[in-house]
Each structure stands twice: as C-alpha cells, then as structure tokens.
T-cell receptor
Framework: RKEVEQDPGPFNVPEGATVAFNCTYS??????FFWYRQDCRKEPKLLMS???SGNEDGRFTAQLNRASQYISLLIRDSKLSDSATYLC????????????FGSGTQLTVLP | NAGVMQNPRHLVRRRGQEARLRCSPM?????VYWYRQLPEEGLKFMVY????????ESGMPKERFSAEFPKEGPSILRIQQVVRGDSAAYFC?????????????FGSGTRLTVV
C-alpha cells in the first residue's frame, strides 16, 4: 500500500463548479499535512496546510480526519486558472526531512 | 529576496556521462532537501543536508548518486555514469530549520534528459 494515495483523475469540470479531491495516508503517526499545487512542468507550490479543525482559504477548504486517515480539498467556484495537478502531502515524522507526496490528482477546468 | 535557485534548468547528458545539479537555498536557510520526480509520478525524497553534513540520505540510490552542501557555495547533486532511467525532474527545497510543520518552498527544478 502506498504511503499516500490519491485518485489520479483526471477531473474535468466546467467553470464555476465545485470539485473535491480525496487522499488517504497509511502512517497513523503522521503529524503535518499539506496540499500542494503543481502546474505542468513546474515546481510544486504550497497551496495550504491542513489542520484537524479544518481550514479555509478563499475558495479552498481543507479537511483532515485523523481517525480515518483521510484528507480532502474542496474547491468552490472553479476558475480556469485552477487547472493543475493537486498533490496531497504528509509529514510522517514532524521533521522537514521527508515529506511524502501523493502522485497527484489532475484537474482541468473547462470554459 | 531570491527564492531557491536551481541550475541548470535543463540538462542533457549522454549515457555514461556525469550530471551535476546545483541548488542555492534561500538566504539564511541552512537546510537543503533534494527530491526527484520521474515522469508521471509523484516526488520522491532523496537526501536532506545541512551545511557540510548529510543528515538523511535514505532516499538516495546506493550507487552513482552523491550529494554535498559545502560551507561555501551551493548544494550539489551529482550523478555519475547516467542512464536513461535517471531522466527526471530534480527539485531542491530549503528551510531555516529541520521543522516540517510549515511545508517548504521548492526551486524551479532541473530537468535531466539522458540520451
């Protein structure tokens, strides 16, 4: 079983749609969680951290369920510029040395 | 304040040659991390270094790969006798401490193509 698993997609949605991505992780001792965004042939960029209480940043909402070892990202009112690959990232030890990346979920927002 | 700088952006090597990838961390950062992304795959941790020390190299292939972060100058990831399977994007990140609770910022990467 992979340490971090994501549905690879692709997700093709119209502008203005709401889309949700899910991610599961295998290490119950994991301490920090993130969503990164990666545009084609570019470096991953931190989108947001994920907290146990859930957190929101504009149109983006992240949720964490430690009991189920499950992380989600919700994007409301999708924009064309949201088209990218979304990476679920887990920090299993609380140190920066080994962030574990999922393989990513590809999103295309259509006009 | 420049971010993490990597060079070259693109590197083409013939099989058997050596590849040297450079990473200059953000100003004030003394911790450097190298990750590799194979085509159609996620990023995989390779090595974590502090100035003049390798802290964790558990993700490095056992042969042909080495990394250093000297007291002066950039961190270097060195691949000897490259093979086609080494073709990938290599990303570097840096941080001011070893704490990972805030994620970290990547450089633009070096795309290595072995022909």
């Amino acid at each position: 079983r992979k340490e971090v698993e994501q549905d690879p997609g692709p997700f093709n949605v119209p502008e203005g749609a709401t889309v949700a991505f899910n991610c599961t992780y295998s290490n119950s001792a994991s301490q920090s969680f993130f969503w990164y965004r990666q545009d084609c042939r570019k470096e991953p960029k931190l989108l947001m951290s994920v907290y146990s209480s859930g957190n929101e940043d504009g149109r983006f909402t992240a949720q964490l369920n430690r009991a189920s070892q499950y992380i989600s990202l919700l994007i409301r009112d999708s924009k064309l510029s949201d088209s990218a690959t979304y990476l679920c990232v887990v920090n299993p030890r609380g140190s920066a040395r080994q962030l574990t990346f999922g393989s990513g979920t590809q999103l295309t927002v259509l006009p | 304040n420049a971010g993490v700088m990597q060079n070259p952006r693109h590197l083409v090597r013939r099989r058997g040659q050596e590849a040297r990838l450079r990473c200059s961390p953000m100003k004030g950062h003394s911790h450097v991390y190298w990750y590799r992304q194979l085509p159609e795959e996620g990023l995989k941790f390779m090595v974590y270094l502090q100035k003049e020390n390798i802290i964790d190299e558990s993700g490095m292939p056992k042969e042909r790969f080495s990394a250093e972060f000297p007291k002066e100058g950039p961190s270097i990831l060195r691949i000897q006798q490259v093979v086609r399977g080494d073709s990938a994007a290599y990303f570097c990140a840096s941080s001011s401490s070893g704490e990972g609770n805030y994620g970290y910022t990547f450089g633009s990467g070096t795309r290595l193509t072995v022909v």
